[in-house]
């Protein structure tokens, strides 16, 4: 692009001076300057898009699965509130919800033998128990106590009996108290197992019998791109929080554009643009950028090319004819100055860091100093010591018939 342009400009000054009546001889033209306009221009390309958009986006709580696109309307159609836009398939959640529904019989068997258990254990120990107090009763009743009746021994033996009893009672009970709650806890932790399992369960089928994503409003679809920069079709995964397409607010359009890394000197916010639509190029729409990408990155995966986006808000937005995707051709101008001076770069002489024009004035060439100001690849503005109008040498003066160097 930029080598278009030089020759195009070598082309403009040798025009311009055979239009002046410069003569030419062999290594040397002469080029009479008059003031124009100068102007610095990035070239670019890219696409229109939606200042503003509605997104479409995978539902972040189908967490528990990988799921592919099954259907997806088609780009541009106009779609209205609560319309399917794009259905969803998984099969990672068909495989999730059996595993949980096989992990939520392992507890329901395991709750089921708990309660059994418990049962079971309750009915031993009430059995012991029941064994436990009537034979304490017995002991009560024919424990000997009268000291005038029994000998001494064996009413500490029975008083001892007695006393086994009824610590073999109380120990009983104890035991039974201990063991339903330990059961009891087993139970209530196996019971908030199951009804987070019932939850995660109700949560997939919720989300396999909802794989359905609808439009939020009313709007145009308009799918996104993946990545690699390809659009998503049917067959792609999905993740949640995935924005799959969007619903663009068409009254207010932008550009996206991608400027070659190697022509962006210059580039930065706020520059004015002009660009043109690819099936209206008769109609120029201006704007001005309104964001950059710090890196510039290829726009294929095998491409050696790296460009720079930069996004640009346009100043008027024609809803017939600017629609997403829509491509362009745009101009960014860097710089941009109305009647200056401006001179071929290959007409400057540098020395010691101070410019130079061979000026031609009648039969002789003087050596100038000049000062410079805004550059391009092709032109440099004179900001001093040249008048519009004068003549300046290009190439060897000491070819021109009776010049010479001062």
């Known amino acids: 692009m930029m080598a278009r342009k030089l020759a195009a400009a070598l082309v403009l000054t040798a025009a311009l001076a055979a239009g002046c009546g410069g003569t030419k001889k062999a290594g040397m033209a002469v080029l009479k300057v008059r003031k124009a306009t100068f102007q610095i221009v990035i070239p670019s390309f890219g696409e229109l898009q939606a200042a503003k958009s509605t997104p479409i986006v995978v539902p972040p709580e189908s967490r528990w699965g990988l799921q592919t696109i099954s259907w997806m309307a088609p780009e541009y159609s106009l779609v209205k509130k609560d319309e399917v836009v794009i259905r969803l398939a998984s099969t990672n959640l068909v495989e999730r919800l059996r595993i949980e529904q096989a992990e939520m019989d392992k507890l329901n068997l395991e709750i089921g033998k708990k309660q059994k258990q418990l049962e079971k254990d309750k009915t031993d120990l009430h059995g012991q128990i029941e064994v436990t107090s009537i034979q304490r009763k017995l002991a009560d009743v024919y424990a000997a106590r009268d000291e005038l009746i029994f000998p001494k021994n064996k009413i500490i033996e029975d008083a001892i009996d007695l006393e086994y009893q009824n610590t073999r009672e109380r120990h009983f009970e104890r035991k039974r108290d201990q063991m339903e709650k330990r059961i009891t806890a087993e139970l209530q932790l196996l019971e908030s197992k199951a009804n987070t399992r019932r939850v995660q369960m109700k949560q997939i089928q919720d989300q396999l019998n909802n794989l359905e994503i609808k439009a939020p409003q009313d709007g145009m679809l308009v799918i996104n791109k993946y990545w690699s920069g390809e659009k998503y079709r049917v067959g792609m995964n999905a ?143 004179i900001t001093k010591g040249l008048s519009d109008g004068e003549a300046i040498l290009l190439g060897n003066p000491a070819t021109a018939s009776g010049g010479k160097l001062p």
């Open 239 to 381: 993740y949640p929080g995935q924005k799959l397409g969007s619903l663009p607010d068409l009254t207010q359009m932008e550009a996206k554009l991608f400027v070659l890394e190697s022509e962006a000197a210059g580039l930065k916010e706020s520059l004015p643009v002009s660009l043109t639509l690819d099936f209206e190029p008769g109609r120029v729409f201006t704007g001005k950028v309104i964001g950059i990408d710090t890196i510039a990155k290829p726009l294929g995966e095998d491409s050696p090319l790296k460009y720079f986006e930069a996004k640009v808000a346009l100043d008027i937005t024609d809803p017939l004819l600017m629609k997403p995707g829509v491509q362009v051709r745009a101009s960014i101008f860097v710089e941009k100055q109305a009647d200056v001076l401006a001179v071929p770069n290959q007409a400057l002489v540098f020395e010691q860091d101070k410019a130079f024009l061979l000026v031609k004035n009648s039969a002789r060439v003087e050596k100038r100093a000049v000062e410079t100001g805004a550059r391009s690849l092709t032109l440099t503005i």
